[in-house]
């Protein structure tokens, strides 16, 4: 019977050691699967805060967006007032050089000693005459006031000698082609 109890205790104290075995095994597992649910965890955690920073980025960005938006309408707001007031100055201009060629015309035609002087003063009007032109050629306004300052342009070199008729044409001709673009 000792024996038996000998075999009994060995078969045992065999299964003690195999069931330790296993339990060291599994032991081994469950600290790789924590392993593995630990870095799984972290990666979340990561891509969370990832996605939160993007989240946070995207919205700098559209603040920034929107910031150039503004910026942009009003650059767009000022460059339309600043282009009304070039056609305000520009027929302002208009308007003086009629008044004095018209001026020095009626008061200097029918004077036959002064008509060099005459023409030396319309010659004068009609460099600025040019200069308005070339301002409202360069305009990029096209606009009614743009293509009336062409045809009051037309008007006002038909006032001079000469060259005048030639400039005239191309006035009313730019004035025409402004108005029917409208």
Known sequence: ELEKEQGKTKEALALAIK?????????????KLADAN???????????????ERRKEAVKLAEANKQLAVKEAKARQ???????????????????????ANDIDAQLKNKPALQ?????????ALEGLKKV????????????ETARAHIELGDLFLTFE???VTQAQKQYELGHELAKKR
Do not use: M, P, Y
């Not at 000022?78 to 004095?100: F, P």
């Not at 060099?116 to 004068?124: S, T, V």
């Open 116 to 124: 060099e002087l005459r023409q030396k003063l319309l010659d004068k």
């Open 38 to 52: 630990e870095l799984l965890a972290t990666r979340e955690t990561k891509a969370r805060l990832d996605a939160e």
């Open 133 to 144: 032109a070339r301002s409202a050629d360069n305009s990029r306004a096209i606009d009614h």
């Open 162 to 164: 000469g060259a005048g």
């Open 19 to 31: 069931n330790e075995g296993l339990a060291e095994i599994r032991r081994g597992q469950a600290v």
């Open 78 to 100: 000022d460059a339309q007032g600043n282009e009304k007031l070039a056609a305000e100055q520009r027929s302002l201009a208009l308007q003086t050089l009629r008044l004095v």
